[in-house]
C-alpha cells in the first residue's frame, strides 16, 4: 500500500502545484502514516484533511486529528499542511457549519481519500441507522461533512459526505481482520445492500482500490 501511494503521490506532485489527500483515522492507519512521513516527497505541497472526527478535545487520545499529527506530520511530511478543525469547544454541529463554509470558498478535488471500514460497514463516520448518515449517503448533502451520530462513544462526529468521497481522483479502502473482510463481501455481492461500504464499492465515478490484511 505504501509504494502504490508514493507512486500515484510522485505522479500528482508532477504535475500540480498542490496535492489534497484526505486520511481516515482511527487504530488501523497509524502504521500507515509513519510509512508515508517518511517518504522523501515535496510534501510542502501537500494539503491534508481529515475524512472524519471524533469531536473530543484532541488530548483525549480519541482524536484523529491529534493521530495524524503524531503520526504523519513528521519526518519528510512534517511541512505538509494539515487543514485543522475548528475549535472544539465549539458543538459538533457548529464546527461544521464554521469548516465548510471554510472550505466552500476554496472549492477543490481530492486527489487522494483514504477510507476505513467498521464492523458494521461504515466509512467516514457514515453510520447505519443513522438519520443524518443516510443524508449524506443518498447525496442529498452537499457540503463537504455534515454532523453524525456514532453508534458507541464519542457519538459526535464529523463525517464526510459522499459527493465529495466520489468525486476524489482516487479512493483506497484499507482494513484488517476476518470480520471485517466478510463484512465487505457481504456488501460486494449484494447491489442492493444497505450498508455505507457499499456506496463506495458500487459506483464508478472514483476508481476504487480494496488492501486487506487479516
Not at 11 to 34: C, D, H, N, Y
Not at 123 to 145: H, T
Request: charge should be neutral; glycine fraction near 4%; charged fraction near 20%.
Amino acid at each position: 500500500l505504501t509504494r502504490h501511494l508514493e507512486s500515484n503521490l510522485k505522479k500528482w506532485f508532477e504535475s500540480q502545484p498542490v496535492v489534497r489527500i484526505a486520511f481516515s483515522g482511527g487504530r488501523t492507519p497509524r502504521p500507515l502514516m509513519e510509512a508515508l512521513s517518511n517518504l522523501d516527497l515535496p510534501w510542502h505541497r501537500a494539503e491534508v484533511h481529515l475524512v472524519d472526527e471524533r469531536w473530543v478535545p484532541l488530548e483525549s487520545g480519541q482524536s484523529n486529528e491529534a493521530m495524524i499529527r503524531d503520526t504523519f506530520l513528521q519526518n519528510y511530511a512534517k511541512n505538509a499542511t494539515l487543514v485543522l478543525l475548528p475549535e472544539r469547544d465549539m458543538t459538533c454541529q457548529r464546527a461544521i457549519e464554521t469548516h465548510n463554509h471554510l472550505l466552500e470558498k476554496r472549492p477543490f478535488r481530492f486527489d487522494l481519500i483514504l477510507l476505513g471500514m467498521g464492523n458494521d460497514g461504515h466509512i467516514a463516520s457514515l453510520f447505519p441507522a443513522d438519520g443524518a448518515s443516510s443524508d449524506a449517503l443518498e447525496g442529498s448533502v452537499d457540503a463537504m461533512y455534515c454532523a453524525t451520530e456514532a453508534p458507541t462513544f464519542p457519538h459526535r462526529r464529523f463525517g464526510m459526505s459522499l459527493t465529495p468521497i466520489l468525486n476524489s481522483k482516487a479512493l483506497i479502502l484499507f482494513f484488517t481482520g476476518e470480520e471485517k473482510i466478510q463484512v465487505f463481501r457481504k456488501a460486494q455481492f449484494d447491489n442492493a445492500s444497505p450498508l455505507p461500504v457499499a456506496r463506495v464499492i458500487h459506483q464508478n465515478s472514483s476508481p476504487l482500490s480494496l488492501y486487506w490484511a487479516p
